[in-house]
């Protein structure tokens, strides 16, 4: 079974603009979560996807959004970017809600 | 609310040393505990603990639960250079703690 993928693997943005970034869950899985991964702060959880839902959501401004497709395919997206916001954002798949997570390898954005 | 706590925060430990690693958690509707690596990349799965007193193994690897005191430990024996990563205990709500940063010297 192929892995979660991620893309794109590295992105370079400027202030205020806004990015998506896309997440593709190992087959069969249906939950999808996302993570900020920062030298700082660590791991920390942003939300949750089951079945096109948002099951969980982090403490994260609402800037930052995400959505899950009918294919369990998710995207993340954060609008006016910030400095702060540069970091490696991972995503992690499960069967369902819960459950051992997988992760991707990660999108590393970064904010000039 | 809930919560995740993982002792020593940082240890540094020489080749062939046993460590053992904290977590104490604080979670509503606990179904389980998992336990990841980390290194310079994504975290990796090593054990996923649902009822109390039964050890997990995987080579040098060991983790164990106790419900009742709501308390993980995961011991890593003989310990190697390729063990040194950051070590995440996470109950099933999936919210991570700072981890424990283990480096293993030569």
């Known amino acids: 079974k192929a892995g979660v993928t991620q893309t794109p693997r590295y992105l370079i943005k400027t202030r205020g603009q806004q990015v998506t970034l896309s997440c593709s869950p190992i087959s069969g899985h249906r939950s999808v979560s996302w993570y900020q991964q920062t030298p700082g702060q660590g791991l920390q959880f942003l939300f949750e996807?089951?079945?096109?839902?948002?099951?969980n959501k982090g403490n994260f401004p609402g800037r930052f959004s995400g959505r899950q497709f009918s294919n369990s395919r998710s995207e993340m997206n954060v609008s006016t970017l910030e400095l702060g916001d540069s970091a490696l954002y991972l995503c992690?798949?499960?069967?369902?809600?819960?459950?051992?997570?997988?992760f991707g390898p990660g999108t590393r954005l970064l904010v000039l | 609310e809930d919560k995740v706590v993982q002792s020593p925060l940082s240890l540094v430990v020489h080749e062939g040393d046993t460590v053992t690693l904290n977590c104490s958690y604080e979670v509503t509707n606990f179904r389980s505990l998992l336990w990841y690596k980390q290194e310079k990349k994504a975290p990796t799965f090593l054990f996923m603990l649902?009822?109390?007193?039964i050890e997990k193994k995987s080579g040098r690897l060991s983790s164990i639960l106790d419900k009742k005191e709501l308390f993980s430990i995961l011991n890593i024996t003989a310990t190697q250079t390729g063990d040194s990563a950051i070590y995440l205990c996470v109950p099933n709500d999936m919210r991570f703690g700072a981890g424990t940063r283990l480096t293993v010297k030569p």
């Open positions: 996807y089951f079945s096109e839902t948002q099951r």
């Open positions: 649902t009822s109390s007193g």
């Open positions: 992690a798949s499960s069967p369902g809600p819960q459950e051992t997570q997988y």
